[in-house]
């Protein structure tokens, strides 16, 4: 990854700064990402039996090659202006282990496990983000940000324990869900940080739209066995994976690259937390799933949770 000059690293230096907080855009960006992403699992479930989870992720991110790439490409011809060298290096990064290898162990874990249990392992992630980001990018620790995570990571395994079969038996099937949920929370929490700088200096569409392509390329090994299931798949199933390609994909990556670039890695990893509860809200109104009241409880505690990150620590002003 190439080191930001001088001139670049100041901007971004000054980003947790000012007191004013999130502007109403970011906010929206978001609210859009955590819905979106709810509604995933909840398309991902559905359409789980139709797909396997290469062709499944191979079919999400076609589609949102094609719908994505209709708004940048006429940006990057007017501008002509790409990466170039080291700079495609974080990009490629992102794109093998968010776009491909997260999705396909998302993808495979939701063949396995329940999805409370699903939602649990993955938001391991905003506590992974939090601290690599303080190591890596430099955002330190703060405490609120510790407090709120932990209070909201509470709140999902409540949602996780309401959702788990009342007898408590695991076949050991679980056990290869599991590796495959933590798996995919540490690819999507490395692939957050190395993301956050490349919006220094590439606007939000583009990048989520190059790292979708090499997620793309990535998959095309499973281009024979998604055709074969297309062909056999009812047009409920299409339609599913039509609607993971546009919106879960190429809309909320895009909405949660533009955050990331207003927002603080950590912080805005928490906000993730938000997603089990609304996930399970989404079932409730549409699959008709009636939510445990373990899991209402675990959504209050999340959202307490959430709104404690946004606290700000007392911090010695600079000289």
Known sequence: MASPSPTESAPSAALPTPPAGISARGIAAVLV??????????????????????????GRLAIAAVVLGA???PQLRRSRVLPHGREWLPILGYGVMWFGGYNVALNAAEHLLDAGTAALLINVNPILVAIMAGLFLKEGFPRWLIIGSLVAFGGVALIA??????????????????????????LAAVSVIIQKPVL???????ATWFGIMVG?????????QLVSEVQAAP???????????VFPTAIAFTTWAYAL??????????????????????????????????GLVGGVVCLVGVGLTRRRSRTVPRP
């Open 200 to 206: 220094r200096n590439i606007p939000a569409g583009q």
């Open 235 to 245: 047009l409920s199933a299409t339609l599913g994976l039509v609607y993971l390609g």
């Open 71 to 73: 708004l940048v490409l």
């Open 33 to 58: 990402t955590v819905v979106l992403w709810a509604s995933a699992f909840v398309g991902i479930r559905a359409i789980g039996p139709t797909f396997s989870p290469g062709s499944l992720t191979l």
């Open 261 to 294: 670039s207003l927002i603080d890695a950590g912080r805005l990893a928490a906000t993730t937390y938000l997603v089990p509860g609304t996930t399970i809200l989404i079932s409730w109104l549409l699959l008709s799933e009636v939510p445990s009241a373990w």
């Open 216 to 224: 793309t390329l990535c998959c095309l090994p499973f281009a024979g």
């Open 161 to 186: 324990f309401g959702s788990s079969p009342a007898s408590g038996e695991r076949s050991t099937a679980d056990v290869a869900g599991v590796l495959l949920c933590l798996l995919a929370a540490v």
